[in-house]
């Protein structure tokens, strides 16, 4: 049974006061998961109502933050656990593969679209083609040791890199393709992430609720001779995936 702290000090009492209830619930249950191993129940719905004398309502509200947070994992039927760490991956000019890897994760890929279309629109300007040239689009959905991380949608030059179709493989790397097959080397890339939330079909693929919060990342690269290789969007689940960058003066 989880036990709450005395408010012995002014000041804290106070702030209880002003804080909403399912707001001071959350940081309960936020100080009960630092000291919980990944995999942890922690008590029912009913159980924290009563614990913290709050509806239902309130608890389910502090639950639903947490899980959107990453910090608890609810499994229908069965109960709330304390979640897994979210994976760090680092802001460079890497694949998935490469990155999966370096954590010690098995990572995996299951190839849901591969096809040739006609460029339109802004991916002519993209990837600095002319209209009517063929594009290669490859969507994927990317795995760690089994559980989907993302849903990558990459967009590529056909006339840059013919027959590379035949070299797409579910699970592996794309840029190992492009590297031993065409000799094209990545030299930068723009980045950018925003934050967004799952949409029914996202949420199927990914194994996640409509509305879950998640980050949109898109990528365009360019190799030594300065020519755009592609240009690729992903969604990641939110409650799984964290960015870490290492700032410079």
């Known amino acids: ?42 008590p029912t719905e009913r159980a924290l109502a009563g614990e913290f004398t709050v509806s239902r309502t309130t608890v389910r509200q502090a639950l639903a933050d947490l899980t959107a947070e990453g910090r608890l994992h609810r499994v229908q039927g069965k109960g709330t656990f304390a979640a897994e760490p979210k ?9 998935y593969t490469e990155d999966m890897r370096k954590q010690g994760l098995k990572p995996s890929s299951q190839l849901l679209e591969l096809e040739e279309l006609p460029v339109e629109g802004e991916m002519t300007k993209l990837l600095q083609l002319r209209n009517g040239a063929k594009i290669l689009r490859l969507r ?7 559980q989907p991380m993302a849903l990558e949608t990459t967009h590529l030059p056909l006339g840059r890199f013919r027959g590379l179709r035949k070299h797409i493989t579910a699970g592996g790397s794309l840029y190992a393709v492009l590297r031993e097959h065409y000799g094209v080397e990545l030299e930068r890339a723009e980045e950018t992430i925003e934050t967004s939330l799952a949409g029914p079909q996202e949420a199927e693929i990914l194994g996640a609720d409509v509305g879950m919060p998640v980050m949109m990342l898109t ?14 969007r992903a969604v990641y689940r939110g409650d799984r995936y964290k960015f870490v960058t290492t700032l410079l003066p």
Not at 219 to 232: C, I, L, M, Q
């Open 1 to 42: 049974m989880l036990e709450t702290p005395p408010a012995s000090e002014a000041g804290t009492a106070a702030r209880g006061q002003r804080e909403p209830k399912y707001w001071a619930l959350k940081q309960h249950l936020l100080d009960l998961l630092d000291a919980l191993p990944p995999g942890s129940p922690i």
């Open 87 to 95: 994976l760090a991956q680092r802001l460079q000019l890497s694949s």
């Open 140 to 146: 994927r959905l990317r795995l760690a040791d089994g």
């Open 219 to 232: 990528r365009h690269s360019f190799a030594t001779d300065g020519k755009p290789v592609e240009f690729a």
